[in-house]
């Protein structure tokens, strides 16, 4: 299991499993999410990195009361080549 940083919340993750189809790169495991009520350790994330600039991220509704929604959460990345 690889450990990573995520940079826009500097939150320790735990990946599981990455997984390359054609021009997306998956990658699942687990991470630590600030909350109001203090931060939720283990909660399972799925990042999708799609072609050269978009990024979905998933993270489980049923960890964190459905704080996010139930949908990925899309975004635009940079400075992955």
């Known amino acids: 299991m690889a450990s990573f940083l995520l940079s826009s919340n500097s939150k320790s993750c735990d990946l599981s499993s990455i ?8 990658y699942n495991g687990t991470a630590a999410i600030s909350l109001k009520n203090g931060p939720i350790k283990g909660v399972p994330i799925s990042i999708i990195l799609i072609g050269t600039s978009v990024m979905n991220l998933w993270i489980d509704p049923s960890k964190t009361e459905g704080h996010f929604g ?12």
């Open 70 to 81: 139930n949908t990925p959460i899309y975004g635009v990345q940079s400075g992955i080549r």
């Open 19 to 26: 997984i390359l189809i054609a021009t997306a790169t998956t």
